[in-house]
Nanobody
Framework: VQLQESGPGLVKPSQTLSLTCTVSGGSITTNSGSYNWVRQPPGKGLEWIGNIYYSGNTNYNPSLKSRTSISRDTSKNQFTLQLSSVTPEDTAVYYC??????WGQGTQVTVSS
Protein backbone atom coordinates (compact mmCIF):
# COMPACT_ATOMS: atom_id res chain seq x y z
CA VAL A 1 0.00 0.00 0.00
CA GLN A 2 1.23 3.49 -0.87
CA LEU A 3 -0.17 6.90 0.01
CA GLN A 4 0.47 10.18 -1.77
CA GLU A 5 -0.63 13.66 -0.70
CA SER A 6 -1.53 16.34 -3.24
CA GLY A 7 -2.83 19.88 -3.12
CA PRO A 8 -1.80 23.52 -3.32
CA GLY A 9 1.38 24.52 -1.58
CA LEU A 10 0.19 28.06 -0.88
CA VAL A 11 -3.11 29.12 0.64
CA LYS A 12 -4.20 32.63 1.57
CA PRO A 13 -5.38 33.48 5.08
CA SER A 14 -9.11 32.92 5.71
CA GLN A 15 -9.35 30.49 2.78
CA THR A 16 -9.92 26.74 2.95
CA LEU A 17 -6.99 24.36 2.69
CA SER A 18 -7.84 21.23 0.71
CA LEU A 19 -5.52 18.23 0.43
CA THR A 20 -6.10 14.82 -1.12
CA CYS A 21 -4.47 11.54 -0.20
CA THR A 22 -4.48 8.94 -2.97
CA VAL A 23 -4.15 5.34 -1.81
CA SER A 24 -2.77 2.67 -4.12
CA GLY A 25 -2.32 -1.03 -3.58
CA GLY A 26 -5.32 -1.42 -1.30
CA SER A 27 -8.92 -0.24 -0.93
CA ILE A 28 -9.85 2.38 1.67
CA THR A 29 -13.15 0.56 2.15
CA THR A 30 -11.66 -2.69 3.37
CA ASN A 31 -11.36 -3.35 7.09
CA SER A 32 -7.84 -1.99 7.34
CA GLY A 33 -8.17 0.53 10.12
CA SER A 34 -8.26 4.28 9.81
CA TYR A 35 -6.80 6.75 7.36
CA ASN A 36 -5.33 9.75 9.09
CA TRP A 37 -4.07 13.27 8.62
CA VAL A 38 -1.33 14.81 10.76
CA ARG A 39 0.78 17.91 10.38
CA GLN A 40 4.09 19.24 11.56
CA PRO A 41 4.54 23.00 11.84
CA PRO A 42 8.07 24.32 11.45
CA GLY A 43 10.12 23.61 14.55
CA LYS A 44 7.28 21.74 16.27
CA GLY A 45 6.10 18.18 16.76
CA LEU A 46 3.44 16.21 14.98
CA GLU A 47 -0.19 17.18 15.51
CA TRP A 48 -2.96 14.71 14.73
CA ILE A 49 -5.78 16.33 12.73
CA GLY A 50 -8.30 13.55 12.27
CA ASN A 51 -9.19 10.34 10.51
CA ILE A 52 -11.74 8.44 8.49
CA TYR A 53 -12.44 4.76 8.89
CA TYR A 54 -13.15 2.16 6.20
CA SER A 55 -16.79 2.51 7.28
CA GLY A 56 -16.78 6.25 6.57
CA ASN A 57 -16.90 7.29 10.23
CA THR A 58 -14.70 10.23 11.15
CA ASN A 59 -12.90 11.56 14.22
CA TYR A 60 -11.27 14.94 14.71
CA ASN A 61 -8.79 16.63 17.01
CA PRO A 62 -11.02 18.69 19.34
CA SER A 63 -8.78 21.72 18.92
CA LEU A 64 -9.33 21.69 15.14
CA LYS A 65 -12.75 20.08 14.91
CA SER A 66 -14.69 23.26 14.20
CA ARG A 67 -12.58 23.92 11.09
CA THR A 68 -11.93 20.38 9.86
CA SER A 69 -13.70 18.03 7.51
CA ILE A 70 -12.41 14.69 6.24
CA SER A 71 -14.23 12.92 3.45
CA ARG A 72 -13.53 10.21 0.90
CA ASP A 73 -14.11 9.31 -2.72
CA THR A 74 -14.29 5.54 -2.86
CA SER A 75 -14.38 5.51 -6.67
CA LYS A 76 -10.95 7.15 -6.72
CA ASN A 77 -9.66 5.47 -3.55
CA GLN A 78 -8.90 8.89 -2.09
CA PHE A 79 -9.60 10.74 1.14
CA THR A 80 -9.58 14.50 1.50
CA LEU A 81 -8.80 17.01 4.22
CA GLN A 82 -10.46 20.40 4.30
CA LEU A 83 -9.35 22.96 6.88
CA SER A 84 -11.26 26.22 6.80
CA SER A 85 -10.40 29.75 7.89
CA VAL A 86 -6.69 29.11 7.79
CA THR A 87 -4.11 31.39 9.38
CA PRO A 88 -0.30 31.44 9.15
CA GLU A 89 -0.32 29.13 12.20
CA ASP A 90 -1.66 26.40 9.90
CA THR A 91 1.58 26.46 7.92
CA ALA A 92 3.02 22.96 8.17
CA VAL A 93 4.01 19.79 6.39
CA TYR A 94 0.85 17.71 6.10
CA TYR A 95 1.00 13.92 6.04
CA CYS A 96 -1.55 11.21 5.41
CA UNK A 97 -1.11 7.69 6.70
CA UNK A 98 -2.94 4.48 7.44
CA UNK A 99 -2.90 3.66 11.13
CA UNK A 100 -0.21 1.05 11.69
CA UNK A 101 0.78 1.23 8.05
CA UNK A 102 2.54 3.37 5.51
CA TRP A 103 2.79 7.14 5.39
CA GLY A 104 2.78 9.53 2.48
CA GLN A 105 5.89 11.60 1.87
CA GLY A 106 4.22 14.76 3.12
CA THR A 107 3.37 18.03 1.43
CA GLN A 108 4.33 21.54 2.50
CA VAL A 109 1.46 23.99 2.89
CA THR A 110 2.19 27.64 3.53
CA VAL A 111 -0.50 30.09 4.57
CA SER A 112 0.44 33.56 3.43
CA SER A 113 -1.02 36.49 1.57
Amino acid sequence: VQLQESGPGLVKPSQTLSLTCTVSGGSITTNSGSYNWVRQPPGKGLEWIGNIYYSGNTNYNPSLKSRTSISRDTSKNQFTLQLSSVTPEDTAVYYCFRWGGPWGQGTQVTVSS
